[in-house]
């Protein structure tokens, strides 16, 4: 089916400011944090030009702060600085060489800075407190308005100087112009508080600026949000005021619409747990306000299919597909080539993307370790290999699937063997669990890639050594996993070999319930050690059944290791509407076949609860069967089964082995 009968409206060009985009697929604004420095470097270079060679219409570059006191990330590009102009004279050059255009999304944060970073004050229209920190924030000066409205403009001049052919004025997630449009944030009296007028004097002034220092030809896109989570934020009637008001200038050339923010964080980068296409309403509603501005939808839309519905239905004139470009950076190209079918659609975890960013790395991506590495591993294309080879692979979950399918797009002759009778691994019991069958939907992807790449793949195939010994591929890769811990070993409680009471039965494990081989009863109680979606998944899939659950954690709270997802407090949400319980900072200190003794790590003190069931999620012990070598083979071991980890580590040295082959 080619482009033009499934996706006709996404693939049609369109005109902003004198300039083409091929179609309407935007490579949104987010924070890489891949700056070298301050300055751009191979990394930016690479992850900016793969999403323009893969055809992405336009590109929004990574924010830089306008001003001292608008640094939040330690990969912030230097700030008021001519120093990042050259180096980015050669990335704009390549990107709008590959076909894409390519503009500057210019920010400041306001009163939700980063004083760690920055060490300045946060400034603000208001003085309001910051919901990034602890800490509060200064109110501007008249001067310090003007300073901040020049910052702005300045930016954009250094902008166009380094080849980018637009900006974008970020006013979303109630950052600084977000603060003077809502009333309750911008309690001033003065010029720049009170009427519409005065509350958006702030963002017109720094836009006509841009205009006039810039030129006619020069894109200007404004930035905004949609939030409903708390009353205080603006309603959608009244940012479609602001926009209307700004559309009015024949300034803005496009507005592109996000979803949550500062106050609603879980909402910024929705995971799984959200609907797609969640700001399609709100576009739907400015589009019918706007006569000059095209507008943009984002949030959530992940795929082609998403993406044609939006611009198909005139709910928005473009599409920001961030997440999915970072999964698929080729995405565009496949879509107008009539192979949407082999997009690899991102699994909306944000474990790699945010996930990184949160923790002050740069980004990259879970099915896509590529994503940063461009410039070291020629992005998301294979380079033939010098001299193709047999391969075998061992197991396929993560490791193993992208080891196979890597190694054939590089031209070896790939045979990968799974001792299950589909592939996956534990993976697919991940996506077994609520919201989550974006991982089932990626097993089908590879599955379709072995069919297209010539992979050879036997199910229900149970290798042994003489196997190995006896396959005429000299090159194996072991890629078996993990299988949960027998003995059901506690982290916080180290001098135990074994749970105290694990014969009594009625101990299962995370992954025996995902395959339904548990007997568990009416009560469980979940033990999650590891704070991540093994535990807490299992127990709202349990509690999502109908069981009472009782979540018990050593950490503080529940749903630790996501918090840099920003999907624990949607995970701890869903499990209390379900009626489960908490118990945090406790362990496991006896199992009695009918219930549990579990102990506080504050106090010591006990208490017993009874359950019909004990559910323990720990941490898994490599599965490796075969001996360190064998004569005339040479073994690879990858995943899990060198170290029980985290998916993106499987995926990461699945693709790094096949591009060593």
Known sequence: MTATVRHPRLMQPLQLRGHTLRNRIVFGAHTNNMSDLGLPGPRTHGYLLERALGGAAMIVCE?????????????????????????????????????????????????????????????????????????????????????????????????????????????????????????????????????????????????????????????????????????VTLSVEALGEIIALHDATGHVDYVTVGHGGYLDFERLMPTFLFAEKLTAPATEIFKGLVKHAVITSEAHIRTPDNAESVIASGQADLVSIVRGQIADPHLANKTAAGRADDVRGCISCNQMCWGRRS????????????????????????????????????????????????????????????????????????????????????????????????????LNSFLEEDDLAAHPARQIILATGSLPDPDGRQRWLPAEPRLPGIDLGNVWSAEEVMRREARLGDTVIVYDEGGNWRGGGTAMALAEQGRKVILVTPDPYVGREITRTSADGPLRARLARAGAVFHTEHVIARWHGNGATIRSLLTGEETTLAASALVMATTNMAFDPFPETLPGKVL???GDCAAPRLAAYAFHEGRRIALDL
């Open 636 to 638: 690879h071991r990858i």
């Open 359 to 458: 923790r002050d790395y740069w980004i990259s991506c879970l099915i896509n370790p590529s994503a940063g590495r461009e410039f070291e591993w020629g992005g998301d294309r294979f380079s033939p290999a010098a001299e193709p080879q047999d391969v075998l692979v061992v197991g396929a979950g993560p490791a193993g699937l992208e080891a196979a399918r890597a190694a054939a797009e590089r031209g070896h002759r790939v045979e990968i063997a799974e001792a299950m009778p589909q592939i996956g691994g534990q993976f697919r019991l991940a996506g077994l669990q609520p919201r989550r069958a974006q991982i089932l939907d990626l097993l089908d992807w590879y599955e379709r890639q072995f069919t297209r790449l010539g992979v050879n793949l036997r």
């Open 63 to 231: 924010p830089v702060p306008v001003h001292r006191t608008g640094v939040l990330t330690r990969g912030n590009f230097r700030h008021e600085s001519d120093a990042i102009i050259q180096p980015f004279q050669r990335i704009t050059e390549d990107v709008k060489a590959a076909g894409s255009v390519i503009v500057q999304q210019l920010y400041h944060v306001g009163a939700h800075g980063d004083s760690d970073l920055s060490f300045q004050p946060h400034w603000s229209p208001s003085g309001a407190a910051s919901y990034h920190d602890s800490d509060g924030s200064h109110r501007m000066t008249q001067a310090e308005i003007e300073e901040l409205i020049a910052a702005h403009i300045a930016a954009a001049v250094r902008a166009r100087r380094a080849g980018f052919q637009g900006v974008e004025v970020w006013a979303a997630y109630h950052s600084l112009l977000d603060q003077f449009w809502t009333p309750w944030s911008n309690t001033r009296d003065d010029q720049w508080g009170g009427s519409l007028e005065n509350r958006t004097r702030f963002s017109r002034t720094i836009i006509e600026g841009i205009r006039r220092a810039c030129g006619d030809d020069f894109i200007i896109g404004l930035a905004v949000s949609v939030s409903d989570a708390h009353s």
